[in-house]
């Protein structure tokens, strides 16, 4: 760890307006904080089984339909636990022997994880990459269940979403830290799940899943079968609540609330080509300000890789990137750092939709302002 963090004060006019940057939980739209205290004594502490709760449930539902484009026969569903819960799920309820993951980052690699420990299953077949580079799906004849990763939220590479070429078995996708601002075809997928404290703006806790009717028929076919599955990670349970909007237990209701202040902004703004939109120019400031400086570098060598939801920035080794962070902190501009594991000298920076592309530029020349007086 470095020493002291040296005090350096960033001039008011150069900060952004909004100091979050964390890849998640990420920045809250201040307006949907307001709106949700607004709803007084009509929504939180009410019974999520009557009908304020369970209409935001469907708003929730109904919104990341029209979010995704998703096509007729496709459900969205939703239970408790965030994405690490979906993957225990996943393991019971949509795959049926074998999986095959795409291993390129910390996340990635956990659902592989999962998969193997599962004593029901197979070992799942796994294709590795390096950080900061993606690997390739390969149709197997045994795989019933392929297991991408939309965006690699601990490297910041976006990967292509795609069948593999004669894949027969469902295409499982972690959009965690993609939905609703990465572009997608929903065609090319059975499962699109994720949690909403990334681009949705929301909390954690929550895991919602585009489901396509392939999925939910692998999910009704498993659900009526004689394998033991937990019921508070049963996805057969979990779609028969969905359809009801409920959740098999109590979820929380600020969550829901938040998710759909964030799908309702972002529709009411264009819907996911603005949210894409709007990525996309953080991205060109933040890889533009990097590729031009003297000192940074984005991590992602591939420009086609490059994730326009996560930016993963190393610096050179002369400067140190943890004290910048630091630095940053202590002017109330926060979460910066890089991904622990990843081990590099590195910033990581998100770009979800929520966040202002001035704020990206502002932070820009914040980093500037704080390495010329580090060096
Ligand atoms: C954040 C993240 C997760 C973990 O989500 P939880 O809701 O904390 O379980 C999984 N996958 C990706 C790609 C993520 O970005």
Not at 83 to 97: Q, V
Not at 336 to 342: D, G, N, P, Q
Not at 353 to 371: F, G, K, M, Q, R
């Amino acid at each position: 760890m470095t020493g002291e963090t040296p005090a350096i004060t960033i001039p008011d006019d150069l900060l952004p307006a909004d100091g979050r940057f964390g890849s998640g939980p990420s920045k809250i739209r201040p307006e949907a904080v307001a709106a949700l205290a607004a709803t007084g004594r009509e929504y939180l502490g009410t019974s999520h089984r009557q009908t304020a709760a369970r209409f935001m449930v469907a708003s929730l539902r109904n919104g990341i339909a029209e979010l995704l484009s998703l096509p007729d026969g496709y459900e969205v569903a939703l239970g408790n636990g965030g994405t690490t819960s979906f993957w225990d799920a996943a393991s019971f309820g949509l795959i049926d022997r074998r999986s095959q993951h795409l291993s390129f980052g910390e996340f990635s690699s956990k659902f592989a994880t999962v998969t193997r420990a599962a004593p029901h299953l197979d070992d799942p077949d796994l294709i590795e990459s390096v950080p900061g580079t993606v690997p390739e799906a390969k149709a197997m004849p045994d795989v019933d269940a392929y297991c991408l990763t939309h965006n690699e939220t601990s490297t910041g590479v976006a990967a292509p979403v795609r069948r593999p070429d004669g894949a027969e078995g469902l295409v499982l996708v972690d959009a965690t830290s993609a939905a609703g601002g990465l572009r997608l075809d929903a065609r090319e997928v059975d499962a699109y799940y994720f949690a909403p404290q990334k681009c949705l703006a929301s909390d954690g806790g929550l895991w919602i899943s585009a489901l396509s009717p392939a999925a939910v028929e692998r999910i009704e076919r498993i659900a009526a079968s004689d394998r033991w599955v937990p019921a508070s990670i049963d996805l057969g349970i979990a779609l028969d609540n969905s359809r009801k909007d409920q959740t098999y237990n109590t979820p929380a209701l600020a969550t829901i609330y938040l998710a759909v202040q964030q799908i309702e902004w972002i529709l009411h703004n264009g819907g996911l080509p603005f949210a894409a939109g709007r990525c996309d120019r953080s991205a060109g400031i933040l890889y533009g300000w990097a590729e031009a400086s003297d000192y940074a570098t984005p991590f992602v060598t591939d420009p086609a890789l490059r994730s326009s939801v996560v930016g993963t920035i190393d610096l050179d080794d002369a400067i140190d990137a943890n004290q910048v962070c630091a630095v940053l902190r202590q002017n109330f501009v926060v979460d910066t750092e890089s991904y622990r594991k990843l081990g590099r000298n590195q910033m990581r920076i998100a770009l979800y939709p929520a966040i202002d592309p001035d704020d990206v530029e502002a932070l820009t020349h914040c980093i500037d302002y704080v390495v010329e007086r580090l060096r």
